[in-house]
C-alpha cells in the first residue's frame, strides 16, 4: 500500500509539474468590413505633395493646415557663374537643404534676364561682347519710351551663349547630383524676361545687324539642354503660344525625360490670359490633356483686392479649367507689407484662394474596406479608392498593408496593386484585392493599417488620405487583428 501511494504522489507531483496543453496557437479568424466618410471639399484643408499651395519665395501667405510639401526659388545665371566655368551654386544647395530639413522638395528655375529697363545685365559679366558671340550676345533696348533705363536682351541664337548656358546646367546637375530625389520640378528657363519664355516686342523694334528674335530651333535648344542635364526630373515648361513648337518638341516629340514633362503658366488670376489658347482650340488640344500624367504649376500675376482684371475668382476658374493643380503662396497685394496681404483681401476673396487650393489637384479617398483573415494566417484585403480632386497624383505612391505592434513599430508590409495614377479624379473608383499569408508573429493585438508611401530615395511622408478616419500621419487603421 506505501508503495502504492508513493506511485500515485509521484504521478500526481508529475502532473502539477507538467506544462498546461495550450489551445491551438496562430490568428484569430476575422470576417470584417468599413466605410469611411470623406471629407467634404468645402472643409478639406489636407496638405500633400504637388497640389495646391508650395511655398514660393520663401512665403506663405495664404493660411494652411499645415506647411506647404514643396518649396520653390529661382536664381540668375550671374549670381551662379562668377567667372567662365567657375561656377557657386552655394545658394541652391543651401535652399534644397533647407526645404530637405522641412520635409518639403524643392523646385527652381534659373534666368538670363530679368525685367525691363533696370540697367541691368543678369548674365555673367563675361558674356556680353565675348569674342566668341557672333553680335555680342546681347544688346540693350529702350523697351518701354516712357521709362527711363534701358534693357540687355540677350541673343537666344548665338550658338556660344547656348552653350555657356548648357554648360551652366550641366555643371548644375553634377553638384545637385544624378537622379536627386529632393527635387520637386525644374521650370525650363533661361530662355525670356524672368525666364518665363516671352519677351516684348518692342525689344526688337531697332535690333543691331545680325541678331533677330529667338527662333524655333533656338526655344528646343533651350527646352533640350534642360532635359539632358537632368533627364530623370520632373520639368514644366511655360505657355506662351509664342513657344508652341517648343511645347510640341517638350511635350510631344522628345524621348530624352524619363518622366512626362508638364505645364507652366504664370500668369494665373490674370483675365484674358489663357485667351491665346481657348481662341485656338485645335491648337490648344495637342497639349490639352497633359495634366493627366504632368504637373501644371501656376504662379499668380501680382493682383490687388477689388481688381476686376485679376483676381482670385479668374484664379480659381482658370485652375478648374485646365487642371491646374499647384499655386504659387504669395505675390499678391505686393504693396503691402508681407503681415498685412491675406488680411487686406475681402472674405469672398479669401475664400476664393482657399476653395482653389481645396479643389485642385488630388483627394484620394478610401471608401470602404473587407478584411478576411484565417487562423492560419491567410489574409485578403479588399479596397475601394476614390479619387475626388481634379487631376491625379505625379509622384510614385504605393499602396501598402501594414501591421503595427503594440509599440507603434511596423512588423510586416504587403504591397497593395492599387494604382493612384489611374484615378485622373472627378470621383474615379476603382476596387483592389490582395492576398497574402502572415508570418507567425509574436502574441498580441496588431492594427492592419492602409498607407500610400513615397518610393524615392528621399521618401515623403505618408499621403493622406482625405477621409474623416484616418490618423494624424494621413494613414488609415482598417482591422485589429489577434495572434494567439
Known amino acids: 500500500m506505501p508503495r502504492l501511494n508513493f506511485i500515485i504522489a509521484t504521478i500526481l507531483l508529475a502532473a502539477s509539474a507538467a506544462p498546461a496543453i495550450a489551445g491551438p496557437k496562430g490568428w484569430t479568424a476575422l470576417n470584417a468590413s468599413r466605410t469611411y466618410t470623406a471629407i467634404p471639399v468645402a472643409s478639406d484643408d489636407t496638405v500633400n505633395p504637388l497640389r495646391g499651395y508650395y511655398r514660393w519665395q520663401n512665403q506663405e501667405l495664404v493660411p494652411q493646415s499645415a506647411p506647404a510639401r ?3 526659388r529661382r536664381y540668375y545665371w550671374k549670381d551662379l557663374e562668377t567667372a567662365e566655368g567657375q561656377y557657386n551654386f552655394s545658394a541652391i ?8 530639413s522641412q520635409g518639403r522638395k524643392f523646385a527652381f528655375r534659373l534666368r538670363t534676364m530679368a525685367g525691363y529697363d533696370d540697367n541691368v545685365v543678369y548674365a555673367p559679366a563675361y ?3 565675348n569674342a566668341n558671340c557672333q553680335a555680342g550676345c546681347g544688346f540693350w533696348a529702350d523697351t518701354d519710351t516712357t521709362v527711363p533705363g534701358q534693357t540687355f536682351i540677350p541673343d537666344w541664337n548665338d550658338p556660344w551663349l547656348q552653350q555657356r548656358s548648357r554648360a551652366l546646367l550641366t555643371a548644375l546637375a553634377s553638384a545637385l547630383g544624378p537622379n536627386n530625389p529632393d527635387l520637386a520640378w525644374i521650370d525650363v528657363g533661361m530662355y525670356g524676361q524672368y525666364g518665363e519664355w516671352a519677351l516684348r516686342s518692342s525689344a526688337y523694334a531697332n535690333p543691331p545687324a545680325g541678331i533677330t528674335p529667338a527662333t524655333d530651333a533656338s526655344k528646343r535648344e533651350y527646352a533640350k ?5 537632368f533627364p530623370n526630373q520632373q520639368h514644366v515648361m511655360f505657355i506662351p503660344y509664342s513657344s508652341k513648337d517648343a511645347l510640341t518638341f517638350g511635350l510631344l516629340e522628345q524621348t530624352i525625360t524619363s518622366r512626362p514633362v508638364g505645364l507652366r503658366a504664370d500668369c494665373l488670376s490674370r483675365y484674358g490670359y489663357f485667351d491665346q489658347w481657348t481662341n485656338r482650340p485645335a491648337e490648344w488640344a495637342a497639349f490639352a490633356a497633359q495634366w493627366q500624367k504632368a504637373p501644371f504649376v501656376s504662379e499668380f500675376c501680382p493682383f490687388s483686392s477689388g481688381d476686376p482684371q485679376n483676381n482670385p475668382a479668374t484664379a480659381r476658374q482658370q485652375a478648374a479649367a485646365f487642371h491646374i493643380t499647384l499655386f504659387s503662396n504669395g505675390n499678391f497685394e505686393t504693396s503691402r507689407p508681407d503681415a498685412e496681404r491675406w488680411g487686406a483681401l475681402s472674405v469672398a476673396e479669401q475664400n476664393d484662394l482657399l476653395m482653389m487650393a481645396r479643389e485642385s489637384g488630388y483627394r484620394y479617398a478610401v471608401a470602404s474596406s473587407t478584411v478576411n483573415l484565417t487562423a492560419g494566417g491567410a489574409l485578403t484585403l479588399t479596397t475601394t479608392l476614390r479619387n475626388d480632386g481634379s487631376a491625379p497624383a505625379y509622384e510614385t505612391w504605393l499602396v501598402k498593408a501594414e501591421l503595427v505592434n503594440a509599440s507603434g513599430t511596423v512588423v510586416w508590409t504587403g504591397q497593395t496593386s492599387a494604382q493612384l495614377k489611374s484615378l485622373l479624379g472627378g470621383g474615379a473608383s476603382a476596387s483592389y484585392q490582395d492576398n497574402w499569408t502572415l508570418p507567425a508573429l509574436p502574441t498580441g493585438d496588431y492594427i492592419l ?3 500610400a508611401r513615397d518610393t524615392s530615395a528621399s521618401p515623403r511622408a505618408p499621403l493622406k488620405w482625405t477621409i474623416g478616419e484616418r490618423a494624424g500621419d494621413g494613414t488609415l487603421a482598417v482591422a485589429t ?3 494567439r
Open 70 to 72: 514643396d518649396a520653390y
Open 225 to 229: 539642354m534642360h532635359f539632358e542635364a
Open 449 to 451: 493599417r492602409l498607407a
Open 481 to 483: 487583428l489577434r495572434r
Open 127 to 129: 558674356i556680353v561682347n
Open 93 to 100: 544647395l543651401n535652399d534644397l537643404a533647407l526645404a530637405r
